[in-house]
T-cell receptor, first 115, second 115 residues
Framework: AQKITQTQPGMFVQEKEAVTLDCTYD???????LFWYKQPSSGEMIFLIY??????QNATEGRYSLNFQKARKSANLVISASQLGDSAMYFC????????????FGSGTRLSIRP | KAGVTQTPRYLIKTRGQQVTLSCSPI?????VSWYQQTPGQGLQFLFE???????NKGNFPGRFSGRQFSNSRSEMNVSTLELGDSALYLC??????????????FGPGTRLTVT
């Protein structure tokens, strides 16, 4: 069975500080992909970053980086130099790379950036 | 390039009625996935369609169904609506490849309220 766990329901961070959002996962798939999405109050889900299970390096996309520790089954999102516009819900998601697998999402972390 | 569009954006229905939601994917995307988002259950996968065929299915009752047309547009139908079906229904499209990060692009969602 596949499972995604996000243990931080809410976080407050000062503007310009870095923030780490935790995500742990469990899967029996030998190959899988990990995703992070941002959902502002408007409701639309915005893709942020992807990490493949066999990627040797941690993924980075601008101010976003994914701290992937395969042995620990964790895929934490790091946002550097946070901005007010980063305030949103953040979801970690996983999909096994086989046709029979489904995408599952964590429960999300609500990030609030303080000016 | 136009993004994913969903219609209608808001819908109010009565228990027992049925509803059809529509999703137009990004041009060239062959996979369309549907999700239900509620405060209590979070984001849950409903089903995925690829080239007019259902490729994956979540754990929802048979009242939830979908289809995909030859132009990749997709519809989902919920029959015999229940109060618990009130939710934000999100549609996401992707190229549909299983290797690597087949990132999904989400639409703005349809907010369904059942009274």
């Amino acid at each position: 069975a596949q499972k995604i766990t996000q243990t931080q329901p809410g976080m407050f961070v000062q503007e310009k500080e870095a923030v780490t959002l935790d995500c742990t996962y469990d899967t029996s798939d030998p190959s899988y992909g990990l995703f992070w999405y941002k959902q502002p109050s408007s409701g639309e889900m915005i893709f942020l970053i992807y990490q493949g299970s066999y990627d040797q390096q941690n993924a980075t996309e601008g101010r976003y980086s994914l701290n992937f520790q395969k042995a620990r089954k964790s895929a934490n999102l790091v946002i550097s130099a946070s901005q007010l516009g980063d305030s949103a819900m953040y979801f970690c998601a996983m999909r096994g790379l086989s046709s029979a697998s489904k995408i599952i999402f964590g429960s999300g972390t609500r990030l609030s950036i303080r000016p | 390039k136009a993004g994913v569009t969903q219609t209608p954006r808001y819908l109010i229905k009565t228990r027992g009625q049925q509803v059809t939601l529509s999703c137009s994917p990004i041009s060239g995307h062959r996979s369309v996935s549907w999700y239900q988002q509620t405060p209590g259950q979070g984001l849950q996968f409903l089903f995925e369609y690829f080239s007019e065929t259902q490729r994956n299915k979540g754990n929802f009752p048979g009242r939830f169904s979908g289809r995909q047309f030859s132009n990749s547009r997709s519809e989902m139908n919920v029959s015999t609506l229940e109060l618990g079906d009130s939710a934000l229904y999100l549609c996401a499209s992707s190229l549909g490849g299983l290797a690597g990060g087949d990132e999904q692009y989400f639409g703005p969602g349809t907010r369904l309220t059942v009274t």
